[in-house]
C-alpha cells in the first residue's frame, strides 16, 4: 500500500539483492533443459519436514518455459511437495501433497529476467510460510502441513508432475528440517554452511565431485543423463557490477538519484524506469538521449552517476529501478530497486558515513554523509598512527544529506604524502570510521 506525501524517515529504502554476489557465482552447476536432473534417496522419509524449515537456493535461469502449465524445477518429491518456478505467473511455487500450496511472484513485478542470479528462499516459522526474493520478503501463507512425507525419491531440476526440467544455474542450495534460518528480511549468503538440524545442501566443490552433503547424513546425489556441468566462472555474469543504488538528495519537484558500478563490461549505458502507485513502470530517462546516463564501456575501475528527475510531483510517491545495456543491445534489470520516495524536504533515516570517492584519489576525494537530526558534526582525518592530520568539520549542522572534500593537505595546508588514511565522522552519540587511499 502506497501512501501520498511521503518524506524520508518514513519512507523504506529496500535493497533487493546482496550486492556483490548478484553479477555471477563462482562453481555453479549448469542444467541444459532438456534431461539433466540429480536424485537423492529418501526412501526412510529423511526430508520430512513436520515443523520448520527452510529451502534456499542461488540460481540463474537460461530459458523459461511458455507453456503456463509446465514447472522449472529446483527441489522436490516425485509427484507434489517442491520448490519451482510456476510458469503461469512467474512465481515460486511451493506445494505440499496434504493440500498446502502457494506461490509467490519475484517481489513486486510478475516477470522475471533471464541470465540474471536471483536467491531464493522459503521458509517456513511455526505455520507461516514466507517467500524471499534476494533476501526481501514477497508473501505469506498459513501452511502446518508435512512435507516431502511419502518417502521416495528426491530431485533436483526435475519434477515429475507438469513435465519440464530446469534450465540454467544453480549453485549454494540448502535445504534445513528443523530450522527457520530467516524470519525477516535478510542479506543472502554468498557461501552455504552447516547449521544444526541440516538435511542437504548443494554445494559445487570440484569437477569430479559436484554435490557436497557438508551435514552429518551423508547423502548420495546421483547425476542423471549426462548431468549437469561444472562450470568454475562466473556464468551469466551482468555487464555491471553496481554496488549502490540510492537517493542522493529530494527537493521541490525533484529527486536526485545515485549510484556506482565497481566495473563495466561492453556498457552502453543506463535506462532508468519509474513508477507510482497507480502507473505502472515507464521509461523517463535513457543513455540515448541524457548523456549522464552513458556508460564506460569496459572499465573496472568504480565509476559514479547521478541522475535528477525533475518531472515529478509533490503530492505523489515514486519507485525507480534501473537497467544496463550492452553493446549487443542486451538490456538487463538489476534487482535493485528504490521505493516509496516523493520530492520534498528530503531527512535520512539513520546517521551514515559513506565510502569516499573517488577512492584510490589525487588530490581531491568527496566524503559523504547523513544526517537524521540535526547533530554537531566533527569530521576529522588520521594518518594510519592515530595522528591527526586535517579537521575538516567541527560546526552544528541541520539534517539533510551531507558531503565534505578532502584536497590531500595537512591542518597547515601542505600535501601529505601518498598512502593510506583513516576518516572518521562524530556526530551526537553516532561515531565511524573508514579507510581511503591517496595516490601520487
Given at each position: 500500500m502506497y501512501k501520498q506525501k511521503m518524506v524520508f524517515n518514513a519512507l523504506a529504502i529496500w535493497f533487493l539483492l546482496h550486492i556483490g554476489f548478484v553479477y555471477g557465482q563462482v562453481n555453479s552447476l549448469y542444467f541444459d533443459g532438456s534431461d539433466d536432473y540429480l536424485t537423492i534417496s529418501n526412501s526412510s522419509n529423511q526430508f520430512e519436514a513436520t515443523g520448520d524449515f527452510t529451502f534456499e537456493a542461488w540460481v540463474n535461469w537460461s530459458t523459461l518455459?511458455?507453456?503456463?502449465?509446465?514447472?522449472?524445477?529446483?527441489?522436490?518429491?516425485?509427484?507434489?511437495?517442491?520448490?519451482?518456478?510456476y510458469n503461469g505467473n512467474k512465481a515460486i511455487r511451493v506445494d505440499a501433497q496434504n493440500g498446502c500450496s502457494g506461490d509467490r511472484n519475484f517481489g513486486s513485478s510478475s516477470s522475471i529476467s533471464t541470465g540474471e542470479w536471483i536467491h531464493i528462499a522459503v521458509v517456513r516459522s511455526g505455520s507461516t510460510i514466507t517467500w524471499y526474493t534476494n533476501g526481501v520478503s514477497s508473501g505469506t501463507t498459513s501452511c502446518a502441513s508435512d512435507w516431502f512425507e511419502n518417502g521416495g525419491t528426491m530431485y533436483i531440476g526435475k519434477n515429475t508432475w507438469r513435465s519440464g526440467y530446469f534450465h540454467g544455474y544453480m549453485t549454494n542450495m540448502r535445504y534445513v528440517d528443523g530450522t527457520a534460518v530467516y524470519t525477516s528480511n535478510f542479506t543472502p549468503p554468498s557461501t552455504v554452511s552447516n547449521i544444526t538440524n541440516t538435511t542437504f545442501m548443494l554445494v559445487v566443490a570440484n569437477s569430479s565431485s559436484y554435490i557436497t552433503d557438508t551435514s552429518s547424513n551423508g547423502y548420495t546425489v546421483t547425476a542423471?543423463?549426462?548431468?549437469?556441468?561444472?562450470?568454475?566462472?562466473?556464468?551469466?555474469?551482468?555487464?555491471?557490477?553496481?554496488?549502490?543504488?540510492?537517493?542522493?538528495?529530494?527537493?521541490?519537484n525533484s529527486i536526485t538519484l545515485h549510484w556506482?558500478?565497481?566495473?563495466?563490461?561492453?556498457?552502453?549505458?543506463?535506462?532508468?524506469?519509474?513508477?507510482?502507485?497507480?502507473?505502472?513502470?515507464?521509461?523517463?530517462?535513457?543513455?540515448?538521449?541524457?548523456?549522464?546516463?552513458?556508460?564506460?564501456?569496459?572499465?573496472?575501475?568504480?565509476?559514479?552517476?547521478?541522475?535528477?528527475?525533475?518531472?515529478?510531483?509533490?503530492?505523489?510517491?515514486?519507485?525507480?529501478?534501473?537497467?544496463?545495456?550492452?553493446y549487443d543491445g542486451n538490456k538487463v534489470y538489476h534487482s535493485m530497486t528504490i521505493m516509496g520516495v516523493s520530492p520534498g524536504t528530503a531527512v535520512p533515516l539513520s546517521f551514515v558515513l559513506y565510502q569516499n570517492y573517488p577512492n584510490p584519489f589525487n588530490p581531491i576525494t568527496t566524503l559523504r554523509y547523513e544526517l537524521p537530526k540535526d547533530s554537531f558534526v566533527d569530521v576529522t582525518v588520521y594518518d594510519m598512527l592515530g595522528n591527526v592530520v586535517n579537521n575538516l568539520l567541527n560546526t552544528n549542522q541541520s539534517s539533510g544529506y551531507k558531503s565534505v572534500q578532502w584536497n590531500a593537505t595537512n591542518y597547515k595546508g601542505a600535501p601529505v604524502s601518498a598512502g593510506l588514511y583513516l576518516y572518521t565522522i562524530q556526530a551526537g552519540k553516532f561515531r565511524q570510521t573508514k579507510k581511503m587511499v591517496l595516490l601520487k
Open positions: 518455459y511458455s507453456n503456463s502449465g509446465q514447472m522449472s524445477p529446483l527441489f522436490g518429491g516425485q509427484q507434489y511437495d517442491y520448490v519451482a518456478l542423471h543423463n549426462s548431468g549437469p556441468i561444472f562450470n568454475s566462472d562466473s556464468d551469466g555474469t551482468l555487464p555491471v557490477e553496481l554496488t549502490s543504488f540510492e537517493v542522493l538528495d529530494t527537493r521541490d556506482i558500478t565497481e566495473s563495466e563490461i561492453n556498457n552502453l549505458g543506463f535506462i532508468l524506469d519509474r513508477r507510482t502507485p497507480t502507473i505502472d513502470w515507464i521509461e523517463i530517462a535513457s543513455f540515448v538521449t541524457d548523456t549522464e546516463l552513458q556508460g564506460q564501456g569496459s572499465v573496472s575501475h568504480q565509476t559514479i552517476y547521478t541522475y535528477s528527475d525533475n518531472t515529478v510531483t509533490d503530492d505523489e510517491t515514486y519507485d525507480y529501478r534501473i537497467a544496463d545495456v550492452d
